[in-house]
């Protein structure tokens, strides 16, 4: 078996095990260390044909000397922006420098990659995001993006530094916050062939657009070749939509029943924004949390890999329930407003 980062299977393992009152403390390995070399992230845009009438964001972190590491496994981040920051609350090209430096994870890729939004706005001057139907829709479309669209993006921009990326789903692995999370998990589910590991932190596998079938699918549908990682906290949103904790340990229970290779990990965080920030470092917080240091990446040969791996593709047209989601308005600056699904009086 292929990599799934160590970055995606340690990541909310460290977190999970604070208390509610103890502040978290980022590790050792989600800051700058002097001596190891960094690798580059670049900004570029898109415009899609796929969600028409979309444009969007997104960002490339390649490792130092990429066209010294052979064929780059990739990871891809929904909610793009959060993950790329190097002094943010993910830190992820920090993480990676540091991991890929002790050796730990292979050298890889990322791909972060913003929601789409439409040249009109919502009356506050703002772009209307078109988030929700791309992440909590149950459909191939968003799975179609990534490989008719931004993996072939990504794979030219490294060419240009002399890079090579994987083109196997043993060498990919996608994640995501919230919605992003269950998207992720959508994309993995359609189309195991293109990605076979899966990093879901506070998912929302609830009703928005019909996610709260997926425990029942899981449970039901031929196994996949795919594997898990869910990260959820005990007081996470509870509202119209379903229940985020509960919904979380359902896809657990469901996934242990299906004999998938997955990980849960359940915290304490009193609110969406601590469960799901964890800071993705390893070593120390992986030792406090009971994670094994490298349990991801178990069968992994950190020789360079020539070779494709793919699954088998299961194609599965699910039919979403209840319409679509309604308006939000947020009440919070403070918090991303996809946080905040606070419906309109």
């Given at each position: 078996?292929?990599?799934?980062?160590?970055?995606?299977?340690?990541?909310?393992?460290?977190?999970?095990?604070?208390?509610?009152?103890?502040?978290?403390?980022?590790?050792?390995?989600?800051?700058?260390?002097?001596?190891?070399?960094?690798?580059?992230?670049?900004?570029?845009?898109?415009?899609?044909?796929?969600?028409?009438?979309?444009?969007?964001?997104?960002?490339?972190?390649?490792?130092?000397?990429?066209?010294?590491?052979?064929?780059?496994?990739?990871?891809?981040?929904?909610?793009?922006?959060?993950?790329?920051?190097?002094?943010?609350?993910?830190?992820?090209?920090?993480?990676?420098?540091?991991?890929?430096?002790?050796?730990?994870?292979?050298?890889?890729?990322?791909?972060?990659?913003?929601?789409?939004?439409?040249?009109?706005?919502?009356?506050?001057?703002?772009?209307?995001?078109?988030?929700?139907?791309?992440?909590?829709?149950?459909?191939?479309?968003?799975?179609?993006?990534?490989?008719?669209?931004?993996?072939?993006?990504?794979?030219?921009?490294?060419?240009?530094?002399?890079?090579?990326?994987?083109?196997?789903?043993?060498?990919?692995?996608?994640?995501?916050?919230?919605?992003?999370?269950?998207?992720?998990?959508?994309?993995?589910?359609?189309?195991?062939?293109?990605?076979?590991?899966?990093?879901?932190?506070?998912?929302?596998?609830?009703?928005?657009?019909?996610?709260?079938?997926?425990?029942?699918?899981?449970?039901?549908?031929?196994?996949?070749?795919?594997?898990?990682?869910?990260?959820?906290?005990?007081?996470?949103?509870?509202?119209?939509?379903?229940?985020?904790?509960?919904?979380?340990?359902?896809?657990?229970?469901?996934?242990?029943?299906?004999?998938?290779?997955?990980?849960?990990?359940?915290?304490?965080?009193?609110?969406?924004?601590d469960a799901g920030i964890p800071d993705l470092a390893m070593a120390g917080n992986a030792k406090r949390s009971g994670c094994k240091v490298g349990e991801s990446t178990r069968g992994y040969s950190f020789s360079k890999v020539t070779t494709t791996e793919t699954g088998k593709s299961i194609p599965e047209c699910l039919k979403l329930q209840n319409g679509c989601l309604g308006p939000c308005?947020?009440?919070?600056?403070?918090?991303?407003?996809?946080?905040?699904?606070?419906?309109?009086?």
């Amino acid at each position: 078996m292929a990599i799934f980062s160590s970055l995606a299977l340690t990541a909310a393992c460290a977190l999970m095990f604070q208390t509610k009152a103890e502040p978290y403390t980022l590790g050792k390995d989600s800051q700058v260390q002097t001596g190891v070399p960094q690798g580059t992230v670049t900004r570029h845009e898109h415009t899609s044909h796929v969600f028409a009438g979309t444009k969007r964001n997104w960002w490339l972190y390649l490792p130092a000397s990429p066209e010294q590491a052979g064929p780059l496994c990739v990871m891809v981040f929904q909610d793009g922006e959060w993950y790329q920051q190097r002094n943010g609350d993910f830190r992820v090209p920090v993480v990676l420098d540091n991991l890929i430096h002790q050796k730990k994870i292979p050298p890889m890729a990322a791909v972060f990659i913003n929601p789409g939004v439409f040249g009109d706005t919502e009356g506050n001057g703002k772009p209307r995001s078109n988030r929700s139907f791309e992440y909590d829709t149950l459909s191939p479309q968003y799975a179609e993006f990534l490989e008719k669209e931004m993996l072939p993006a990504a794979m030219e921009k490294a060419r240009e530094a002399k890079a090579v990326l994987r083109t196997d789903a043993a060498g990919r692995g996608i994640g995501g916050i919230s919605s992003g999370g269950i998207c992720a998990f959508t994309v993995a589910w359609q189309r195991p062939e293109l990605f076979s590991k899966v990093l879901s932190h506070v998912g929302s596998f609830t009703n928005i657009r019909g996610g709260d079938v997926y425990p029942g699918l899981v449970r039901k549908a031929a196994k996949k070749p795919i594997r898990v990682f869910l990260q959820a906290g005990e007081n996470d949103l509870d509202n119209q939509h379903g229940h985020w904790p509960l919904a979380n340990q359902q896809m657990a229970a469901a996934l242990k029943y299906a004999k998938y290779d997955y990980r849960f990990e359940m915290g304490q965080a009193r609110r969406r924004f601590d469960a799901g920030i964890p800071d993705l470092a390893m070593a120390g917080n992986a030792k406090r949390s009971g994670c094994k240091v490298g349990e991801s990446t178990r069968g992994y040969s950190f020789s360079k890999v020539t070779t494709t791996e793919t699954g088998k593709s299961i194609p599965e047209c699910l039919k979403l329930q209840n319409g679509c989601l309604g308006p939000c308005c947020p009440k919070c600056e403070k918090f991303p407003t996809f946080l905040m699904r606070k419906p309109c009086s």
